[in-house]
Each structure stands twice: as C-alpha cells, then as structure tokens.
Nanobody, 127 residues
Framework: QVQVVESGGGSVQPGGSLRLSCAASGSIFSLNAMGWHRQAPGKQRGLRELVATIISGSNTDYTDYADSVKGRFTISRDHAKNTVYLQMNSLKPEDTGVYYC???????????????WGQGTQVTVSS
C-alpha cells in the first residue's frame, strides 16, 4: 500500500519560517494530488483545515491555498521523489497545529483512487 510520512515540524517564534516535507512511498502506480491540512489546538478531532494542495496537470502543477496562508506559504512537489514540501514564512500564532499530509494515489493499475494520510507533524508558533 501507500505510506505517507511527514517531517519538519517544530517550534518557532512569530515571523519565523519552517519547511515541512511529506514523502509518499510503497506501492504507487500513480500519484495525483497531494496536500496539507492542519488541525488547530482544541478543535474537534476530524475538523482539519485545508492549507494547501498541489495537483498534477499534463504539463504543470496546479496549486491552491487557504486564504489565511496565501502569500506566506508555498507548496511544491518533487515528482521524482514523490515528495511535497510546504514552505511556511511569516508564521503567526494562529498557524499552530498538527499538520497532516495526504496523497491521492493508486497502489496498482487496477486499484481505485484513494486518499492516504500521514500521522501528522506538530507546528508551534509562540513567543
């Protein structure tokens, strides 16, 4: 099956930067969209905010961002490594939360498209 593993979380002061990485591995026939969601502290389990997503097109990748992070966060992808990155700049306390990566993939040619999630990585923005 497909495994998704995040890394790069940590603690930073307001205005600082962090770069998250997410690697998809295992049996992967095709990998479509990848994205980042976050769950803020105290939010009900399962209520995750879509932060950024990147979708593979025929010749380019398409990106989309939550309004709250536009101009501060950048999502990018290394297709050769099945890895997606989230560069987070000008971090604010309200960016604090657990960041989850997901990958929309087919393990085999005959498999249906499914979404696979990582375990999450903690990001804390505090002075």
């Amino acid at each position: 099956q497909v495994q998704v593993v995040e890394s790069g979380g940590g603690s930073v002061q307001p205005g600082g930067s962090l770069r998250l990485s997410c690697a998809a591995s295992g049996s992967i026939f095709s990998l479509n969209a990848m994205g980042w969601h976050r769950q803020a502290p105290g939010k009900q389990r399962g209520l995750r905010e879509l932060v950024a997503t990147i979708i593979s097109g025929s010749n380019t990748d398409y990106t989309d961002y939550a309004d709250s992070v536009k101009g501060r966060f950048t999502i990018s992808r290394d297709h050769a490594k099945n890895t997606v990155y989230l560069q987070m700049n000008s971090l604010k306390p309200e960016d604090t939360g657990v960041y989850y990566c997901n990958a929309e993939a087919r393990p085999f040619a005959s498999s249906p498209l499914d979404v696979y999630w990582g375990q999450g990585t903690q990001v804390t923005v505090s002075s």
